[in-house]
T-cell receptor
């Protein structure tokens, strides 16, 4: 079992460029999440998908879109990257209660 | 709204016990969690406690929950240098799988 995998591990973008962060899980989990982590801010939820076919906004959705491609995969897209989106992005997944979330290793994104 | 607060930093000596504290505001929390993050890595679930429990022990880890005061603590016995990391407290609300995280406590263990 690989758990939760994320690609790429590192990325540098110029302002205005677009990119898609990929996430996949092999634990047959229903729910998947995208977070961003910034120094001193902890983890903030961007979007989540409670089940295949549904997506919902989290705390900081502006500037992002998501796609739940199938049960395994949940992608995060930045249409027009801004320096404020420089962050570490984590994907996570979980199943039913007690909702233990399992995290991927993260994508470190720098927007110049 | 929900909020989870943690102290930012804790420094201990190897072999001592560490106690990391967390307070939360939402009384409808059903599960509370402790995660560990090592440098450059993702978050690793250490343990969780159901809100109707007072205590949970798992090897060197003891979680205490005071529901009246909305206070959660994580005690690490015989702290080792490998325990140096950031520890996050998180809560989930009744019926929801989304978690709210604190900002994390950096634990530094010196030899």
């Amino acid at each position: 079992n690989a758990g939760v995998t994320q690609t790429p591990k590192f990325q540098v973008l110029k302002t205005g460029q677009s990119m898609t962060l990929q996430c996949a899980q092999d634990m047959n989990h229903n729910s998947m999440y995208w977070y961003r982590q910034d120094p001193g801010m902890g983890l903030r939820l961007i979007y989540y998908s409670a089940s295949e076919g549904t997506t919902d906004k989290g705390e900081v959705p502006n500037g992002y879109n998501v796609s739940r491609l199938n049960k395994r995969e949940f992608s995060l897209r930045l249409e027009s990257a801004a320096p404020s989106q420089t962050s570490v992005y984590f994907c996570a997944s979980t199943n039913t209660a007690p909702y233990e979330q399992y995290f991927g290793p993260g994508t470190r994104l720098t927007v110049t | 709204g929900e909020d989870v607060e943690q102290s930012l930093f804790l420094s201990v000596r190897e072999g001592d016990s560490s106690v990391i504290n967390c307070t939360y505001t939402d009384s409808s929390s059903t599960y509370l969690y402790w995660y560990k993050q090592e440098p450059g890595a993702g978050l690793q679930l250490l343990t969780y406690i159901f809100s109707n429990m007072d205590m949970k022990q798992d090897q060197r880890l003891t979680v205490l929950l005071n529901k009246k005061d909305k206070h959660l603590s994580l005690r690490i016995a015989d702290t080792q240098t490998g325990d140096s990391a950031i520890y996050f407290c998180a809560e989930s609300l009744s019926g929801y799988s989304t978690l709210t995280f604190g900002k994390g406590t950096m634990l530094l263990v010196s030899p």
